[in-house]
């Protein structure tokens, strides 16, 4: 089994920065990829960001392109997403996930693992 855990959430300004990290442990894979959602109260979980194993593509959905940076560390099993700029409707719990086969999916059930989440609310 995998575990993902989240951290870094937390209350903010508008315009304000935000760096949640995921770490992964339990079963480990040679390679793979991972990536972070969000579901904000009354929505559907939607994709925010995915990067491959060691980096080399990254892919992020069109509402945080620009404002967020998604990097890991595989090393340490850890995923980052830096966010700036942020506005009110980034508000959301985040999910980070893992994938096996090192894809960039921005579909739910491209993700093998799941974390628990960490509440992200930013005030207007």
């Known amino acids: 089994q995998v575990q993902l855990v989240e951290s870094g959430g937390g209350l903010v300004q508008a315009g304000g920065s935000l760096r949640l990290s995921c770490a992964a442990s339990?079963?480990?894979?040679?390679?793979?990829?991972m990536g972070w959602f969000r579901q904000a109260p009354g929505k559907e979980r939607e994709f925010v960001a995915a990067?491959?194993?060691?980096?080399?593509?990254?892919r992020y959905a069109d509402s945080v392109k620009g404002r967020s940076t998604i990097s890991n560390d595989n090393a340490k099993n850890t995923m980052y997403l830096q966010m700036n700029s942020l506005k009110p409707e980034d508000t959301a719990v985040y999910y980070c996930?893992?994938?096996?086969?090192?894809?960039?999916?921005?579909?739910?059930?491209?993700?093998?693992?799941w974390g628990q989440g960490t509440q992200v609310t930013v005030s207007s």
């Open positions: 996930a893992l994938q096996r086969n090192n894809g960039l999916g921005r579909r739910l059930y491209d993700y093998d693992y």
């Open positions: 339990g079963r480990t894979f040679s390679t793979y990829a």
């Open positions: 990067i491959s194993w060691g980096g080399y593509n990254t």
